[in-house]
């Protein structure tokens, strides 16, 4: 029987598209599958990018964002070639002279990576008991992160700095590193390793950044027929902050202390204003200033806001600043001599109280200079103005410009709640004393056990709010959250609740892209690359050679290398 050789000539294309196609599918699999081997290494850490701003023009911080370098660890060989790459730096390890050589010579570097301790990270919630050695080992990761934010604040950085909380994956790929680097063989292009890859933006300029105050009134009770305006105690707290990474600058002491005391204060007020009986004749006004950090501008432009008569009627203002970690003394700093009537009646008040709640409050003189701008403490702006005031501080002495101002090392783990709840004690009877004319008695209003005592877990809850909240200008908006809370929390206890808002004074600039993904790739060495690239070759090349031969034959794979016959032959 013979075949149909029209059968066959239709048969034989289609088995070879069949076959075709099979190979293909076979070529892209493997290539697949090598791919996925190769980028199976790579791991996602979210890190925090080092602040960037300008001060009347003059560059600070890390200038760039994109990152795309090989890793290496502080255990390079010496005199190797740093500019492309990234050291991952352990604060744990930190050598702060090796960071300083760097920073002050402008050496070369790619970027760097520094890791921080969980315990400063404001998402981790644990409360363990602590041994006496982690609280020594917690103090002094506190004490190498202050000196290390001074240095990076103050520097203009010609490359990217971030910071990321230390974790498994990270902790893994800093072990190999460093087997790397100790063995001789750091990572480069020829000889793999770890490659750190940040895509982001290029920071921008953040135009005309708002700043918010907000302000309740607690009207004191005025006699009828009075016509002479009450007097006013004002209570002021700066709430937001400034740090080296600014989506990690909560700021729980620097100034979330002050701002719970605030909040708590005009709780307590509130509960005795609100009977007519247990009325003061003095109008209470709790300020929740913005821009402390930027000199206080955020109080310049509020006190400026207020009329000539309202101003003079400021019996005198306290301001509180980091008092939530502080053990058996509290400074009251003034800007007038302490032989003033004023100063000596308001130290000798709160003195005596503190005296009964079994600590010591000192005073702190420093007269200010009404032709220099620049100002140490809040109360300072209220001075200028020729109006009595007083900052309540666990600091001694003033912080220099953008210092102290809740950066990294001003977490919730450093925070002590009864010293907070003893601060407000003691502002609370001692105002209250001023109020009732009660000075020199014994008489507690606000104790213990009854209505007006001081609540520890509403203290407790803002703290937590307060520790987890990034609280940088320009990144808060006027219409934030957090803005919006303190401004309810406000209403709820006082009245006439108004709300400032202002634009940042010229001189400071600041600059966005603040958090970013870092992709961390295993990346393969040069040698390794040509010999898959060799195997590949290969591969295509009996592939090709596989399909001629089953599909024309091996006479037409010959043919395809045979030398084409010359002219003079065809002639032939």
Not at 38 to 44: E, F, K, P, R
Not at 58 to 79: C, D, E, K, M
Not at 214 to 219: A, E, K, N
Not at 563 to 571: F, G
């Amino acid at each position: 029987m013979q075949s149909n050789p029209t059968t066959m000539s239709s048969k034989n294309p289609r088995e070879r598209q069949m076959l075709e196609s099979i190979y293909s599918m076979i070529a892209l699999v493997f290539i697949l599958v090598t791919c996925v081997e190769l980028c199976d290494a790579a791991t996602v850490v979210d890190v925090y990018r080092l602040i960037q701003y300008d001060i009347s023009g003059v560059p600070f911080g890390s200038r760039f964002a994109t990152l795309n370098h090989h890793a290496g660890s502080l255990h390079f060989a010496p005199g190797v070639d740093l500019s492309r790459t990234v050291l991952i730096i352990p604060v744990r390890e930190l050598n702060i002279t090796f960071v300083k050589e760097y920073i002050s010579q402008r050496k070369p570097l790619g970027g760097l990576l520094f890791l921080l301790p969980q315990m400063f990270n404001f998402e981790n919630r644990e409360a363990a008991t602590e041994s006496k050695y982690q609280i020594r080992e917690k103090e002094l990761m506190k004490t190498v992160l202050v000196e290390l934010e001074r240095l990076l604040i103050h520097a203009n950085i010609p490359y990217p700095v971030y910071f990321a909380f230390e974790d498994d994956d990270i902790d893994a790929v800093l072990a190999d590193v460093k087997r790397s680097d100790v063995s001789g063989q750091p990572a480069t292009a020829t000889t793999g390793g770890y490659k750190l890859v940040v895509s982001a933006p290029e920071p921008k300029r953040i135009a005309s950044p708002s700043i918010t105050n907000i302000q309740g009134w607690l009207p004191g009770l005025k006699a009828d027929g009075d016509p002479n305006q009450l007097p006013t105690i004002a209570i002021v707290a700066s709430y937001d902050t400034f740090g080296t990474a600014p989506a990690l600058s909560v700021g729980s002491d620097s100034n979330g202390s002050g701002v719970v005391a605030l909040l708590e204060l005009a709780r307590l007020f509130s509960l005795l204003y609100s009977n007519p009986k247990t009325r003061g004749r003095y109008n209470l006004l709790f300020g929740l200033t913005s821009g402390g950090p930027y000199n206080y501008n955020g109080t310049h432009k509020w006190l400026r806001s207020f009329d000539q008569r309202l101003r003079e009627s400021i019996d005198y203002a306290i301001c509180l600043n980091s008092i939530g970690s502080w053990d058996n003394e509290l400074w009251i700093h003034v800007s007038k001599p302490p032989e003033n009537a004023f100063i000596k009646q308001i130290f000798e008040g709160f003195s005596t109280v503190a005296e009964e709640l079994g600590f010591e409050v000192g005073l702190k003189h420093k007269k200010i200079n009404i032709s220099n701008p620049r100002v140490a403490w809040e109360h300072e702006k209220f001075s200028k103005l020729r109006v009595t005031a007083a900052t309540l501080s666990e600091l001694s002495t003033a912080p220099e410009l953008l210092e102290s101002t809740g950066g990294l090392s001003d977490s919730r783990h450093f925070i002590n709640e009864t010293a907070i709840v003893r601060s407000i004690k003691l502002v609370a009877e001692s105002i209250a004393r001023h109020i009732y004319g009660c000075q020199g008695k014994n008489i507690q209003i606000f104790a213990d056990n009854t209505s007006l005592a001081v609540n520890a877990p509403y203290i407790r809850s803002w703290l937590d709010l307060l520790s987890k909240t990034p609280r940088v200008v320009p990144f808060l908006t006027k219409n934030d959250p957090f803005v919006m809370a303190l401004k309810k929390e406000l209403e709820d206890h006082t009245h006439e609740v108004n709300v400032h808002h202002e634009v940042l004074d010229g001189m400071f600039t600041l600059y966005d892209s603040t958090k970013a993904k870092l992709n961390i790739y295993q990346v393969a060495s040069v040698t390794f690359d040509l010999l898959l690239l060799l195997v590949l070759g290969s591969y295509l090349i009996i592939l090709f050679t596989f399909l001629v031969i089953t599909t024309r034959g091996l006479d037409d794979l010959i043919s395809l290398f045979r030398r084409p016959p010359s002219r003079k032959v065809k002639t032939a």
